[in-house]
């Protein structure tokens, strides 16, 4: 939980460089745990979060007490990153790993699944995803973004969004089967 005084924000609005730094530096990990989700390396994670970043500083003034500083910053950082997507999506294509190309899932024993994998596994396996899935997993599972929402930010059908999410969570469990069965191997 990040824990600002109301003194910084303050002073961050009337341009104060070195409250600017200070607020960049107790933001920083919240805004790069939000930005490496949705960014396949840490440098365009990085890029994303200083985008983030002077949008919260531009819009500072207009920071309302009523909502926790912390939801707003994760919300102004997760538009960030949607945003450039959807600009640089006419310059990049999306290709979409078939469900047919993925082996059949089984049934997996979660509870021994969550006792073996870390976040650090888990951020791992979720950025092997497609982009587009991954995108839509992320918004889904960790943001809690409704298909409706997801649709009308990625400009997709609500439907489509429910099948990216399908095929991501297809996708996650035959890699989590993958990484039990490795280390039932070294057993």
């Known amino acids: ?17 070195k409250a600017q730094l200070e607020l960049y530096k107790k933001c920083y990990s919240c ?16 890029f994303q979060l200083n985008n983030a970043f002077f949008k919260i500083l531009t819009n500072l003034a207009k920071y309302s007490t009523d909502v926790p500083f912390e939801a707003w910053i994760r919300r ?13 999506k006419k310059s ?4 979409v790993e ?17 006792q073996r994998f870390d976040a650090e ?15 839509v997993f ?13 649709a009308n930010e990625l400009n997709m059908s609500e439907g489509t ?10 996708k996650l469990k035959e890699l989590m089967r993958k990484m039990l069965s490795n280390v039932a191997v070294f057993l």
Do not use: F
């Open 138 to 150: 992320n918004m889904y599972a960790i943001d809690g973004y409704s298909h409706k929402e997801i």
């Open 121 to 135: 596994e888990l951020q791992n396996m979720i950025s092997q995803l497609p982009p587009m899935s991954q995108k």
């Open 92 to 95: 990049k294509l999306n290709y």
């Open 98 to 114: 078939e469900p047919s190309d993925w082996a059949s899932t089984d049934v997996m024993d979660y509870n021994e699944a969550d």
């Open 76 to 88: 102004i950082a997760i538009n960030t990153v949607i945003d450039s997507y959807r600009k640089n």
């Open 1 to 17: 939980m990040i824990n600002i005084e109301t003194e910084l924000l303050n002073s961050c609005v009337k341009g104060d460089r």
């Open 31 to 46: 805004l790069m745990s939000v930005c490496i989700r949705y960014e396949n390396n840490k440098e365009d994670a990085e």
């Open 161 to 170: 969004s429910k099948w990216h999410l399908s095929s991501a969570r297809k």
